[in-house]
């Protein structure tokens, strides 16, 4: 009996997480034959969630192991890339296609969608926080909004759509990194009394734990804020502000208030932090105050889901679509300047690009032959250097 309600790697590798009409589809298919029929299958994202106009491609790393030994070919975006639904004509833009036979590889359809639909709505939304934040420290609060079993799926998204740290020690471990925080109410109730518990907090941490200190637990926010400099001085990195909502009224003021004390008593390097039911609009007012370090929990860690959806367009060598959907194999080219996508049948040769005439590279690339991975994955910081790279040329 399984104690904690998550699948195992095994499970997963061998179709157990899948729907079952995939099973049946198969068990109908093999007894009349077909099975072996060779597909082609792309995934689309009709539109995004919120009106995002871009997503931020993540789980591709998950895919490939999904499709390593089986006799499938895989096409896709990189892990990282950020993409558009549709192109500058408004054809859907496949980010990823396989290609084999139907009955090797359909009860695989649903843990792809899975590894792809939620890491990528995740990271998404951390690079939407990361545009927001400018340059501030932003750390990836949000595991406790989901069940621990996905943790390190979270915090490794939101790292790579751009956050600076993560909270989970399962996290910072999947990202090869050292947990980031700073302290709870708890520590400052236990103690009593603020200033025992900042000074105790800093007796005790090694000297890389960046000393933040609450400082709404009984006090005015102000107020707590003078005495946190004043009690650690120049070892004091920062001050966090995590008021509840309902007592928040003019937080924007209340942030502009507490930078001016600070500054005013000579504390300017203290940075502001602040967390508490943030998302990329509240970042953005508070940025402009003054605060340079957020908390990000809820609105990252239960991000939308990107409804990818995994469609045939070729049967047997030949174009075959659904309604709605476009048949035939294709390509996705991206302008090296402008960003401009533009899907095109697979066989045709690079396009200029048809908004600035600069040249285009092709986006999606074999990722999986014969069920050998065609090449290394890139580290984890690799994928967030390219996110935060291609972030300059995309806007909120
Ligand atoms: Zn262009």
Redesign the pocket.
């Known amino acids: 009996m399984a104690r904690f309600n998550i699948a195992s790697e095994q499970e997963i590798k061998s179709g157990g997480t899948t729907d079952v009409y995939f099973v049946r589809t198969k068990e109908v298919l093999q007894a009349k034959g077909l099975a072996n029929m060779n597909v082609v299958m792309e995934a689309t994202a009709s539109e995004l969630p919120d009106g995002w106009p871009w997503g931020l491609l993540c789980g591709v790393d998950e895919v490939i192991h999904l499709f390593e030994g089986l006799p499938v070919n895989v096409y896709s975006m990189s892990e990282g890339t950020i993409f558009r639904p549709r192109d500058v004509h408004g054809l859907r833009v496949p980010v990823s296609a396989v290609e084999g036979s139907y009955g090797d590889f359909c009860i695989f359809e649903t843990p792809f969608l899975g590894l792809i639909c939620q890491a990528s709505g995740i990271a998404t939304k951390s690079a939407r926080v990361r545009k927001a934040a400018i340059d501030s420290f932003v750390i990836s609060f949000g595991i406790r909004r989901v069940h621990p079993g996905i943790s390190r799926m979270v915090d490794r998204s939101s790292y790579i759509g751009g956050l600076d740290g993560v909270s989970s020690l399962s996290g910072a471990d999947a990202i090869g990194k050292k947990a980031t925080g700073t302290m709870p109410h708890a520590l400052i109730m236990l103690f009593g009394d603020q200033i025992k518990a900042w000074r105790a907090f800093d007796e005790v941490m090694p000297e890389d734990v960046m000393r933040i200190a609450l400082v709404d637990t009984y006090y005015d926010e102000k107020t707590e804020a003078i005495m946190a400099a004043e009690t650690l001085k120049e070892k004091l990195h920062g001050v966090r502000l995590d008021t509840p909502p309902s007592r928040r009224g003019d937080f924007i003021d209340l942030v502009r208030e507490v930078r001016w004390e600070l500054d005013t008593r000579g504390y300017s390097n203290v940075k502001i932090y602040v967390s508490g039911g943030l998302n990329e609009e509240s970042i953005k007012r508070l940025y402009e105050v003054g605060a340079r370090g957020f908390g990000v929990g809820t609105s990252i860690s239960n991000a939308p889901t990107i409804d990818f959806a995994l469609d045939i367009v070729e049967k047997e060598g030949r174009p075959e679509s659904k309604r709605g959907k476009l048949s035939g194999r294709k390509q996705v080219w991206r ?6 996508d533009i899907v095109l049948p697979f066989e045709m040769s690079e396009p200029r ?6 040249s ?1 590279e092709p986006m999606l690339k074999p990722i999986i032959r014969k069920g050998q991975i065609v090449e290394t994955p890139s580290t984890v910081d690799q994928t967030r250097r390219y996110v935060l790279e291609q972030l300059k040329k995309f806007e909120l």
């Open positions: 302008c090296c300047e402008c960003t401009t690009c048809s908004s600035c005439g600069a285009t």
